[in-house]
């Protein structure tokens, strides 16, 4: 049975992920790390692919949830005999001492138990290692172990039932009545490492390891600082969120899939298993917005380290061990997702300049720094040197936020946020006190502002791209990150002409331009979350969570999002689930909370995420005092 992308859940472990099927099938999983050739990858080649399948040998219908505050991932099977409870994992030691100890098993634990009636069980473990390249050799180690062996990669299997070695694939068939359980793991090795029967964990360690994920997870989230009307929206994203982190090096994927297509059996099928500096930082404003302030450190780390501090060094995006070559790939043996060819792993767009970068960076430096958190002088002479680039590299066309593969162009997104780069630089350097050429900033920060001003007035609206007369959703965070008040009449017409050109049954595109691709694309999520924060700030809350309601409806049945949607039936497109979108979830979720609460500072510019953060930290009248007097002149 093919499944649609929204069919699947999320298993992690912050160092790799899996999706399992509603029918107990993991058809994406990869080895050790998020970015590793793919273990099981059903979901490009039904044939080929390979696949972890738990499930009833009957028909059945399924229904399934994350057991609460976790992504322990529970499905529930109603056979004509029976009921079927399968709870999956990605195993996290957990454990305290001196501060929480984290690692994993690489592996994925599955515990199947009958809780009614009668259910003869399926189970079929078939590998198809390096992206189903290739079948694995099966050996049974003793009546309930085994390892299946190929090229570099070799997975342990463990279970509390007998398991049969058949045509490249472990396989059992086991009858549980009313009360009976039995648990079946499949652990990744290199394949040099070899492991004796008596070496296998027992059946007291896989308990253990699911107490322990369970636990991990729990303790996470109850750190949560959200209150709202969204709260189990907003820990799903927050958790997700957490799942896509890289816990050895605090990088953060934007999604953790390859090539789910932006249009079924389209050519737009990319490689998302890698860290944009621009997606972690818009992800690390939306943790800082509940409360988190680790996963930032670790990243500023993470960076440092990444680029060796030199600015020249600084590409857009990395693997999540900082490794700078992603050649981009095509695999001609896999059919792709619904035929949607090539599927690609590494990503071309590396070496693209994206100027917008600079700014998100600077911006959740401003915002961290805001949240108490503590900037050494050497993190700020790394900041230092990013905004001196801005001043070199503003007036340059790039290929902007959306990674045009085409001839670059003025965007004015990517100009605003060259903007955003030298505002909070400034800010930063004023309230800290820090050595920096204050009086260059500001003159280029002006010289931008009447530069996009001047675009602004042309058309008598922000379009994509200076001289260009074509819209594009990225333009509405002009006003989110204070450049322009939200009802300045620039912006009330851009945001006109947004909707007028670009919204489609209540979702938006994000442009209808040539970008040098063939095909089309669904709309893209993040865009209507951004319509939905213009909305709060423009005090038309109503309109607002209308419009956040149905962006809810368009999650699948436990609460995820991939990047795009159809207009019309919601069907889920791109890869799966997106960081971007779960993101601006939490984001939008923080500004209504706060716009709905406490008078928004008009008539002036503010940063959206500043406000909601001041007042998540309950300092409004510190936000206030600060921009209340900033209108635009």
């Known amino acids: ?78 056979t004509p005999t ?4 399968l709870t999956d994992c990605m195993p996290i030691r957990f454990g305290r001492g001196r501060g929480p100890r984290v690692g994993t098993p690489h592996s994925l634990l599955r515990r199947v138990r009958c809780v009614g009636g009668e259910v003869m069980t399926r189970v079929v473990v078939a590998p198809r290692f390096e992206y189903g390249a290739f079948a694995p050799s099966v050996r049974l180690t ?24 058949y045509e490249s694939a472990l396989r059992a068939h086991w009858r549980l009545r009313a009360g009976e359980e039995a648990w079946v793991e499949a652990a990744w090795t290199p394949s040099l490492i070899e492991r004796a029967a008596e070496e296998m964990p027992d059946l007291a360690t896989l308990r253990q390891r699911l107490e322990d994920t369970v636990a991990f997870w729990r303790d996470w989230i109850s750190r949560c600082a959200y209150e709202g009307e969204y709260t189990r929206q907003v820990r799903r994203s927050a958790l997700v969120l957490k799942a896509l ?84 790939l095509e695999l001609a043996h896999l059919e792709g997702h619904r035929g949607s060819r090539p599927v690609r792993v590494g990503n071309g767009a590396v070496k693209q300049l994206q100027l917008d970068v600079f700014g998100e960076m600077l911006e959740a430096a401003w915002l961290f720094a805001k949240m108490g958190g503590q900037m050494r002088l050497g993190t700020w002479n790394f ?13 340059q066309p790039d290929q902007g936020l959306w990674e045009i593969r085409d001839e670059p162009r003025h965007f004015i997104h990517s100009k605003l946020l060259c903007w955003v780069a030298l505002d909070r630089a400034v800010r930063i350097a004023r309230a800290r ?56 009449p620039l912006m009330s017409r851009t945001v006109e002409v947004v909707r007028q050109r670009l919204e ?14 063939r095909g089309g694309e669904g709309a893209f999520l993040l865009c209507s979350f951004w319509l939905h924060d213009v909305l709060v700030h423009s005090g038309r809350t109503h309109e607002a969570e ?23 039936t919601g069907e889920a497109l791109g890869n799966f689930p997106q960081a971007f979108t779960h993101m601006a979830l939490v984001a939008s979720c923080a500004q209504l909370s706060a716009g709905r609460r406490f008078q928004l500072p008009r008539p002036g510019a503010y940063d959206f995420a500043d406000f909601a953060l001041t007042y998540h930290l309950g300092q409004r009248s510190l936000f206030m005092s600060r921009f209340s007097a900033e209108a635009l002149q």
Request: hydrophobic share 40%; net charge neutral; aromatic share 10%.
């Open 433 to 488: 006190r820090f050595p920096a050429p204050v009086g260059r900033w500001v003159r280029e920060r002006e010289q931008l502002r009447e530069y996009l001003l001047a675009e602004g007035r042309r058309n008598g609206w922000f379009a994509q791209a200076v001289g260009s007369d074509r819209e594009d959703a990225s333009v509405l965070q002009l006003p989110a990150l204070g450049f322009i008040p939200v009802a300045h």
């Open 546 to 568: 209308t419009l956040l309601r149905h962006l809810m409806r368009l999650s699948n049945d436990v609460g995820l999002y991939a990047e795009e949607a159809v207009p019309g």
């Open 245 to 328: 982190t890289y816990l050895p090096s605090g990088a953060i994927v934007a999604a953790p899939t390859t090539s789910l297509p932006e249009e079924p059996g389209g050519v737009r099928n990319w490689d998302y298993r890698y860290t944009w500096l621009r997606d972690t930082a818009l992800t690390l404003i939306s943790l800082m917005l509940l409360g988190y302030q680790e996963e930032a450190i670790a990243f500023r780390r993470w960076l440092g380290r990444t680029s060796a501090g030199r600015v020249e060094d600084i590409q857009i995006m990395y693997d999540i061990r900082g490794h700078r070559l992603l050649p981009e």
């Open 82 to 85: 029976g009921v079927l409870e």
């Open 142 to 165: 003793s009546a309930r172990t085994a390892e299946l062996v190929g090229g570099a990669d070799a997975l342990w299997v463990t279970a509390t039932r007998p398991l049969v070695a």
């Open 383 to 395: 900041l230092r040197q990013l905004v001196d680039g801005v001043c070199e590299r503003w007036r």
């Open 504 to 517: 489609k049954d209540g979702l938006l595109y994000r442009y209808h331009a040539p970008d040098g691709l």
């Open 1 to 78: 049975m093919r499944q649609r992308i929204d069919d699947y859940a999320l298993l992690g472990d912050c160092h790799s992920a899996a999706l399992v099927g509603r029918d107990g099938s993991i058809d994406w999983a990869c080895f050790p790390r998020f970015d590793s050739p793919a273990v099981f990858c059903r979901l490009l080649d039904v044939r080929r692919g390979g696949s972890f399948q738990v499930s009833p040998e009957s028909t059945f219908r399924s229904t399934r949830q994350y057991l609460d505050d976790t992504n322990v991932l529970v499905t529930t099977f109603t």
